[in-house]
């Protein structure tokens, strides 16, 4: 389903989310103080557009109301997205997602109205923290706490053999979701799928499950 987005702050986090936002095929009003990072995107996004997203009036002035999404990704500047939150809000915006630098302004934002908060410094920590001694793993996705989904490529140990005779779930208690092999991807795998070393296989399990994954050989 097509959305229109307003993303607010055009750092690498703003930026990023913009262009990928585009890619996925919805429509994209990028905003932000610095007219120089407004002519950088513009060729790249639906509307493009300098203003202080901290007044609403400002934002009602280029139909951020008749929006019904909005990522808030200022970086450096806890005020400005506070009140930038604030100002969507005002407008009518019901879902706005936005960016904190740290745990106090992350309560703030939820508090002034923000639907959902990201950290995404201390959560791109976390991934490598529980990715670097593991060499296979390619990313982390913390689900719950102690809980989390892995994507990795098959050891060497596991390499040949198919997934019904490695037995993850007994064996190790992780539960393979998603194979991708080349550009064929197989939801919730069956037990004859034969790995090789060119697969990604993702797997849901305990972090102390995942982690003995670090106990095969590579």
Do not use: C
Not at 8 to 15: P, V
Not at 21 to 50: C, F, K, S, W
Not at 63 to 89: D, K, Y
Not at 125 to 133: L, Y
């Amino acid at each position: 389903m097509k959305h229109s987005v307003i993303v607010i702050g055009l750092g690498r986090f703003g930026t990023a989310a913009a262009l990928e936002l585009m890619q996925l095929g919805h429509e994209v009003l990028a905003i932000d103080v610095d007219e120089r990072r407004v002519n950088d995107i513009a060729p790249d996004v639906t509307y493009a557009h300098q203003l202080d997203a901290t007044d609403d009036e400002a934002l009602r002035s280029v139909g951020a109301a008749e929006f019904e999404h909005a990522i808030v990704a200022i970086s450096g500047a806890a005020e400005a997205s506070i009140f930038a939150t604030m100002a969507l809000r005002t407008l009518g915006v019901t879902n706005v997602v936005a960016k904190a630098g740290s745990v106090l302004h992350g309560a703030i934002l939820e508090r002034v109205g923000a639907t959902r908060v990201v950290h995404p410094e201390q959560e791109a920590g976390r991934r490598v923290a529980h990715a670097f001694e593991i060499r296979q793993i390619i990313d982390y996705l913390d689900v719950a706490p102690d809980f989390g989904i892995v994507k990795t490529q098959p050891p060497a140990s596991w390499q040949g053999k198919t997934l019904g005779e490695l037995d993850l779930p007994g064996r190790y208690g992780l539960d393979p979701i998603v194979l991708r092999r080349g550009e064929r991807v197989t939801i919730h795998p069956e037990g004859s799928e034969r790995l090789s070393a060119e697969d990604e296989l993702t797997l849901i399990g305990r972090d102390e499950q995942l982690e003995r994954l670090a106990d095969q050989p590579g």
